[in-house]
Structures are given as structure tokens and as C-alpha cells.
């Protein structure tokens, strides 16, 4: 399944000066993923894409991702 | 920590005495897209983007420097034999008041290399998209080059470089493919 959040563990020496930030993240919106747009994709009521910034869920990526359970 | 091989990466070979050539290469030794920008703009993202892709930066930051030598010979042979009369024909006269014959960090329009030529926004897939750009302008500012130039053994030396600029291209393209892979499921090969 898609996620918008990826992470990796970063290298920590024990001669580092502070205690180290274990996980970093960063993320990937969905538009790295999509490639050319198919036609006829679901949309969103008109009201809300005008809010949103974007007519097609797909292309919706809220920030901050919100984090699921299962992820660190 | 770096080790020298006291060689080019490419041979380098110019036919004759040129310094409106010079003028020109200029641009990718101290230009926004030359190899001085190109090498400091991956070996300082290093330390701010996933482990997977730290060595990727390393090694093609290196490299980048192995082509800086490449350019420096170059402008430095096209203009060691040339008199002053003849860098001032050559739109160099600006150059010979300021620096003699030595080299220096600007581009072909005389403009000194900024630290504005590079960036570093610590979101790894703005960064590996801002070098895949780079590397596509290197390219495109080698094929200018080229076009201008009728020196073949230079060409040669230029064309080689151009190559590269296409394999980097390539592999940033592969390593924001490696951070696009979804990480809560299994690989399977």
C-alpha cells in the first residue's frame, strides 16, 4: 500500500555530542507516483476541492501526513 | 578523506591555440551548472539525505572534480600560448586586466561563481530532483559547446564528459526510485 512517509535510520557514532534522533522522515507525494494522469479519475465535490487546492483525491497529500499505528 | 591519481579521468588533447574557445568553456568551470557547482552541490547534500543514497553522492561528487581538472587543462592549453593582443581579440581583455592567464571561478560571461548556484533544501526528493536538473543543464550546456566548437580532439574530450553528465542523470533517477519504495512491505526479487 502507498505510504507518504518514509523513513531510515541514520548512522549514529557513540562519539556523537547529543543523544541521537534515531528515525528521520521524509515524504513522497503521490504525484511522484502517478505519472501521466488517466482521464476520468473520481473527484472531489466542488466546495471541498476548492479548499483542498485539488480536484482529484489522488492527488491530495495532507501535511503533515497523518501517521498510521503500524508505522514508526 | 580523498585519494589523487595524478592523472585526467579522459585524456585531454586541444589541435591549436584558442582563447575565444576558452571564453566560452569558461561557463562549466565557473557557471551555475559548471562542474565547481556540481561538485560542491552533492558532496554538501550528503549529509542530510537517506543513508541508501549518501555513497551515490560521494562518488559522483568525486567525479565532478575529475571533471573540473578535465575543463581546467583544457581552458589552460587553449590559452597558455596566446598573447595579450590576441586574448583582447577574443572578448578576453577584461580577463588578462584582472588575472593574467590564470584560471578563475566564473562563467562565460565574466560573472564570479555564487554559492547561489547551488542549493540544499535537506528534503531528499526537491534535493535529487534539483542534481537530476543540474546534471540535464550540464548536458545541454555541452551540446552548446560542442556546436561552437571545430576543435575534434577537444570535442572528443567534451563529448566523453557530455556522456557522463547522462549516466549521473540516471542514477539520481534511480535513487529517488529507491526512496520512492515503500518500506511496510516485503521485497520480492
Same mark, same amino acid.
Given at each position: 500500500?502507498?505510504?507518504?512517509?518514509?523513513?531510515?535510520?541514520?548512522?549514529?557514532?557513540?562519539?556523537?555530542?547529543?543523544?541521537?534522533?534515531?528515525?528521520?522522515?521524509?515524504?513522497?507525494?503521490?504525484?511522484?507516483?502517478?505519472?501521466?494522469?488517466?482521464?476520468?479519475?473520481?473527484?472531489?465535490?466542488?466546495?471541498?476541492?476548492?479548499?483542498?487546492?485539488?480536484?482529484?483525491?489522488?492527488?491530495?497529500?495532507?501535511?503533515?501526513?497523518?501517521?498510521?499505528?503500524?508505522?514508526? | &578523506?580523498?585519494?589523487?591519481?595524478?592523472?585526467?579521468?579522459? $585524456?585531454?588533447?586541444?589541435?591549436?591555440? @584558442?582563447?575565444?574557445?576558452?571564453? *566560452?568553456?569558461?561557463?562549466?568551470?565557473?557557471g551555475a551548472d559548471g562542474?565547481l557547482s556540481?561538485?560542491l552541490r552533492?558532496?554538501?547534500?550528503?549529509?542530510?539525505?537517506?543513508?541508501?543514497?549518501?555513497? #551515490?553522492?560521494?562518488?559522483?561528487?568525486?567525479?565532478? /572534480?575529475?571533471?573540473?581538472? &578535465?575543463?581546467?587543462?583544457?581552458?589552460? =592549453?587553449?590559452?597558455?600560448?596566446?598573447?595579450?593582443?590576441? %586574448?583582447?581579440?577574443?572578448? %578576453?581583455?577584461? !580577463?588578462?586586466?584582472? !588575472?593574467?592567464?590564470?584560471? /578563475?571561478? !566564473?562563467?562565460?560571461?565574466?560573472?564570479?561563481w555564487t554559492a547561489t548556484y547551488i542549493q540544499? =533544501?535537506?528534503? $531528499?526528493?526537491?534535493? %535529487?530532483?534539483?542534481?537530476?536538473?543540474?546534471?540535464?543543464?550540464?548536458?545541454?550546456?555541452?551540446?552548446?559547446?560542442?556546436?561552437?566548437?571545430?576543435? $575534434?580532439? #577537444? @570535442?572528443?574530450?567534451? =563529448? *566523453?564528459?557530455?556522456?557522463?553528465?547522462?549516466? !549521473?542523470?540516471?542514477? /539520481?533517477?534511480?535513487?529517488?526510485?529507491? #526512496?520512492?519504495?515503500?518500506?511496510?512491505? =516485503?521485497? *520480492?526479487?
Amino acid at each position: 500500500m502507498y505510504t507518504p512517509i518514509k523513513w531510515y535510520h541514520p548512522y549514529a557514532s557513540t562519539a556523537d555530542p547529543c543523544p541521537p534522533i534515531e528515525w528521520k522522515y521524509y515524504q513522497t507525494p503521490p504525484n511522484l507516483y502517478l505519472g501521466f494522469q488517466p482521464t476520468g479519475l473520481p473527484q472531489f465535490p466542488l466546495k471541498e476541492a476548492l479548499y483542498k487546492g485539488t480536484l482529484w483525491p489522488v492527488l491530495f497529500d495532507p501535511y503533515p501526513a497523518p501517521i498510521r499505528g503500524d508505522e514508526h | &578523506m580523498w585519494t589523487y591519481e595524478k592523472k585526467l579521468q579522459y $585524456p585531454v588533447k586541444v589541435s591549436e591555440c @584558442n582563447p575565444r574557445l576558452a571564453k *566560452f568553456l569558461i561557463e562549466q568551470y565557473g557557471g551555475a551548472d559548471g562542474e565547481l557547482s556540481a561538485a560542491l552541490r552533492y558532496l554538501n547534500q550528503r549529509y542530510s539525505i537517506p543513508d541508501k543514497v549518501i555513497g #551515490l553522492l560521494t562518488d559522483i561528487g568525486t567525479e565532478e /572534480f575529475a571533471h573540473l581538472e &578535465m575543463i581546467a587543462a583544457m581552458v589552460y =592549453k587553449l590559452t597558455k600560448d596566446a598573447t595579450p593582443e590576441q %586574448l583582447k581579440e577574443a572578448g %578576453l581583455g577584461a !580577463h588578462y586586466a584582472n !588575472h593574467d592567464k590564470a584560471l /578563475f571561478y !566564473h562563467n562565460a560571461a565574466g560573472a564570479p561563481w555564487t554559492a547561489t548556484y547551488i542549493q540544499a =533544501k535537506g528534503d $531528499p526528493i526537491a534535493d %535529487l530532483y534539483e542534481d537530476i536538473a543540474a546534471e540535464e543543464k550540464a548536458r545541454a550546456t555541452y551540446q552548446w559547446i560542442i556546436n561552437m566548437s571545430d576543435d $575534434p580532439c #577537444l @570535442n572528443d574530450s567534451l =563529448k *566523453f564528459l557530455r556522456e557522463r553528465e547522462i549516466v !549521473h542523470s540516471q542514477r /539520481f533517477r534511480e535513487a529517488v526510485e529507491i #526512496l520512492k519504495q515503500e518500506q511496510n512491505k =516485503k521485497q *520480492f526479487y
